[in-house]
């Protein structure tokens, strides 16, 4: 039995190392696929990192790009702004000058049509005496001279 027991156990043991060399083996490709999957991660953060790099690029530049457009438009608003006014002020100018010019007319207008009653008024009382003497002769109140 002694015999039984050593060949059994010489069994036993070469089928632990068998065993142990497939889990050596098996132990191994795991660590290579553990090693490649590292690499993968890390070219897969690299990219990412790239990416996010590239967009932060793009974001700075498209904010440039707004500032400068956003300056660019308030620069045209004052310019605008400042057309404007200057557009307001002159024709102000323009309206006072008018109205002031107007004003001068109404005047002199005012002034002929007073001077033009008055001349009026005077051929009127010169009419109406003429014809009063004209009747005080025809009716020989009044003598000739």
């Known amino acids: 039995m002694a015999i039984q027991v050593e060949s059994d156990l010489k069994d036993i043991l070469l ?5 142990l060399d497939h889990l050596q083996t098996d132990m191994t490709e795991v660590k ?19 990416t996010a790099k590239t967009l932060e690029d793009k974001i700075d530049a498209t904010d440039k790009k707004i500032d400068s ?6 620069d045209k608003i004052e310019n605008t702004n ?3 006014d200057s557009t307001a ?18 005047q002199n207008l005012g002034k002929r049509v007073d001077n ?11 009419l109406i005496l003429t014809i009063l003497g004209g009747f005080a002769k025809f009716l020989g109140i009044i003598g000739n001279p």
């Open 15 to 19: 089928k632990i190392d068998n065993k």
């Open 32 to 50: 290579i696929s553990i090693a490649e999957l590292k690499k993968d991660n890390q070219r897969l953060e690299d990219k990412i990192d790239n």
């Open 69 to 74: 457009t956003a300056k660019s438009l308030e």
């Open 82 to 84: 400042k057309k404007i």
């Open 89 to 106: 002020k002159s024709l102000e100018d323009k309206i006072d000058a008018i109205n002031k010019n107007l004003t001068d007319n109404i």
């Open 116 to 126: 033009s009653e008055f001349i009026n008024r005077g051929i009127f009382v010169g």
